[in-house]
């Protein structure tokens, strides 16, 4: 699996967009870049996955680098309860093992 | 829908007891898989399984036994309990090992040793 860079934590104002990098420079041409977050205490969350084309759903939008070596997760408008470690994992589709390796993460705190 | 549960959510046991954390998962998901998770730390794949009657070994499987005898339960068997065992486990599920990229995790079970 390609190995992920992200910053340790981050600040954000509540109703504002938190925008979440995270660097994979070696990422492989059949490697998805997910995402997942957990909340203190609870289980890892999906939040999206994409490929090359930037994606949205209703929790988050994902834009990725036209290189593909970097991609950022965006969060519209940040909430309380969107406090949170934040997780970037690139791996291929269709692996049996180790299906999901979390890093350190990001550690998002959002502020009133 | 449940989703993915674990039981107990918590649990204290002494240094060489053996006990069973729970999983199971009404989304007929084919792939299940047991995790780790120490403080500060990511998770670390303990025990996985792509289907019913089918088990394999992940990153720290030692201390550990699972088996899959239906789609639904994928328990997870400590031999001997160890304070190195000191843990949160999460168990997850995947649709198939072909489909559905996310997985859904429970809400962990909190192990402590001693």
């Known amino acids: 699996d390609a190995k992920t860079t992200q910053p340790p934590s981050m600040d954000c104002a509540e109703g504002r967009a938190a925008n979440l990098p995270c660097n994979h420079s070696t990422i492989s041409g059949n490697e998805y870049v997910y995402w997942y977050r957990q909340i203190h205490s609870q289980g890892p969350q999906y939040i999206i996955h994409?490929?090359?084309n930037n994606e949205t759903n209703e929790m988050a939008s994902l834009i990725i680098t036209e290189d593909r070596k970097s991609s950022t997760l965006i969060l519209p408008h940040a909430t309380l309860r969107d406090t949170a470690v934040y997780y970037c994992?690139?791996?291929?589709?269709?692996?049996?093992?180790?299906?999901?390796?979390f890093g350190g993460g990001t550690r998002l705190m959002v502020k009133p | 829908n449940a989703g993915v549960t674990q039981t107990p959510k918590f649990q204290v046991l002494k240094t060489g007891q053996s006990m069973t954390l729970q999983c199971a998962q009404d989304?007929?998901?084919?792939?299940m898989s047991w995790y780790r998770q120490d403080p500060g730390m990511g998770l670390r794949l303990i025990h996985y399984s792509v289907g019913a009657g089918i088990t394999d070994q992940g990153e720290v499987p030692n201390g550990y036994n699972v088996s899959r005898s239906t789609t639904e339960d994928f328990p997870l068997r400590l031999l001997s309990a160890a304070p190195s065992q000191t843990s949160v486990y999460f168990c997850?599920?995947?649709?198939?090992?072909?489909?559905?990229?996310?997985?859904?995790f429970g809400q962990g079970t909190r192990l402590t040793v001693v």
């Open positions: 994992i690139v791996r291929a589709p269709r692996t049996a093992g180790n299906m999901l390796t």
């Open positions: 994409g490929l090359k």
């Open positions: 989304m007929n998901h084919e792939y």
């Open positions: 997850a599920s995947r649709l198939s090992l072909g489909g559905g990229p996310e997985a859904f």
